[in-house]
């Protein structure tokens, strides 16, 4: 699942910058036409390169509508008016190419350079929301693992605290008769702790696979705590040994 959900966040963002580098190849392929445009002795000639180039725009515009339609599947809204309006966009930058096309065939070489002009100005534009797009998504992404560590180390701050306190008690002879009720549900936290880490494991390559190891030792050690003091001959030492190592642990994943 993790390798899945990174996989996919990346090829995501890949396919963003990919589309907004041939928005800008196509800018200047367009930009190069029209400028020549004004210039131009064989019209029709000219006029079957700018189709071929509004074309090349029409299969850029569906690649950015499949993509949209991905965003829309993951439940991503942002990204998927963002697509929309780049591919909007692009809709409106194939219609000029078209109308130039149509120009320069009649003989109209300034009309045809003006038109060809606005697409290139729109392609433009295109390429640069697809970047904004792609940099924004990885922005949020960024937050939102943070958001889930921060919360994690948090949490993990309290357990340890509260564990710590358990093995001081334990050790005193306090507390024993609530210990085992206590210590199942700090299992309970530290699964939901673990649970979280995984979740923010698939949304980002750089979460150290280090903290759910120390979470699981953590587990484990509040487990035999637990343990210590269940059937005839409980051992109130061991489970306060057993408390203060998940202490440890569970200070060091914060």
């Given amino acids: 699942q993790r390798s ?3 996989f996919e966040r990346a090829a995501l963002e890949g396919s963003l910058q990919t589309f907004a580098a041939n928005a800008e190849q196509l800018r200047q392929e367009q930009q190069q036409w029209a400028d020549r445009a004004p210039g131009r002795q064989d019209s029709s000639a000219a006029a079957a390169e700018e189709r071929q180039l509004a074309r090349e725009a029409d299969s850029l515009r569906q690649n950015i509508d499949r993509l949209e339609q991905r965003l829309q599947q993951r439940g991503d809204s942002a990204g998927q008016q963002a697509m929309d309006r780049s591919s909007q966009r692009m809709q409106s930058a194939q219609q000029n190419m078209q ?35 792609q940099q924004q998504m990885s922005r949020q992404w960024r937050q939102e693992v943070q958001q889930m560590l921060n919360q994690s180390t948090q949490e993990a701050v309290t ?7 358990m093995s001081r008690e334990l050790r005193r002879g306090e507390g024993a008769r609530d210990a085992r009720g206590r210590q199942s549900a700090m299992e309970q936290g530290i699964n939901q702790i673990m649970r979280r880490l995984q979740d923010a494991a698939g949304r980002n390559a750089l979460v150290s696979p280090r903290l759910g190891a120390m979470m699981s030792q953590a587990r484990d050690q509040v487990a035999q705590s637990r343990q210590a003091l269940e059937g005839p001959s409980p051992s109130v030492d061991e489970a306060a040994e057993r408390a203060g190592e998940a202490a440890q642990r569970l200070s060091q994943a914060a």
């Fill in 4 to 6: 899945a959900e990174l």
């Fill in 99 to 133: 109308q130039a096309s149509r120009s320069m065939q009649q003989g109209q070489r300034s009309e045809a350079g003006r038109q060809g002009r606005q697409a290139a100005q729109q392609l433009q534009q295109t390429g640069q929301e697809l970047l904004e797009t």
């Fill in 159 to 165: 357990l340890a605290n509260e564990e710590q306190r």
